[in-house]
């Protein structure tokens, strides 16, 4: 499979805390992209870093990224029960496809 | 801006039998994708566009097909449906700019194969 792997599957918090998500790939990028999705919705992008970049920030999200290991995480500080969803990570590889990650489920209490 | 229009939302379809999946932008973008959503499998491509007129096969391609006759519209064909095609399928664009670009996804068409 070209997908990466994406740990952990699942994740549950209570607000006010932070959440880390990882993503780990197997080929080049030329950019790998964070999705958010809501149960019974389309993904909404939240993020994309270059592979030349290391790190990127936006709100709350914090995004890194080694390109010498194949992996990024995601980080969402100080997270709200609106975060609740599904997050994807997803890498550009030559050709243009988008390749997904299995997602981590998020689960934030109140 | 409609951005990306998926219909139907809901099918039910008995096996063997045919239908189209209809994808529209309004956004001109040049890359459009179908993906399947599965539960713990995330989502995986199975046909892609990189232009109208261009098209190429992704991860799960069998049992689909697809054109691209216009910018606007990327149709994916259920050519004889099987309960293994039951899922949740989705639409996205990005433009190109050799794919440093986000994605913009349709909200999805849940279709049931019984």
């Known amino acids: 499979s070209q997908q990466g792997e994406e740990d952990p599957q699942a994740l549950s918090i209570q607000e006010g805390e932070n959440a880390t998500m990882n993503c780990s790939y197997k080929?080049?990028?030329?950019?790998l992209q964070w999705y958010r999705q809501n149960s019974g919705r389309g993904l909404v992008h939240l993020i994309l870093i270059r592979s030349n970049e290391r790190e990127k920030h936006s709100g709350r999200l914090r995004v890194t990224l080694d390109t010498s290991k194949k992996s990024s995480s995601l980080l969402i500080t100080a997270s709200r029960a609106a975060d609740t969803a599904s997050y994807f990570c997803?890498?550009?590889?030559?050709?243009?496809?988008?390749?997904f990650g299995q997602g981590t489920e998020l689960s934030v209490k109140p | 801006n409609a951005g990306v229009t998926q219909t139907p939302k809901f099918q039910v379809l008995k096996t063997g039998q045919s239908m189209t999946l209809q994808c529209a932008q309004d956004m001109n973008h040049e890359y459009m994708s179908w993906y399947r959503q599965d539960p713990g499998m995330g989502l995986r491509l199975i046909h892609y566009?990189?232009?109208?007129?261009?098209?190429d096969q992704g991860e799960v391609p069998n049992g689909y097909n697809v054109s691209r006759s216009t910018t606007e519209d990327f149709p994916l064909r259920l050519l004889s449906a099987a309960p293994s095609q039951t899922s949740v399928y989705f639409c996205?664009?990005?433009?190109?700019?050799?794919?440093?670009?986000?994605?913009?996804f349709g909200q999805g068409t849940r279709l049931t194969v019984v």
């Open positions: 566009s990189v232009g109208a007129g261009i098209t």
């Open positions: 080929t080049s990028i030329n950019n």
């Open positions: 996205a664009s990005s433009r190109g700019d050799r794919g440093n670009t986000e994605a913009f």
């Open positions: 997803a890498r550009r590889n030559q050709g243009g496809k988008l390749i």
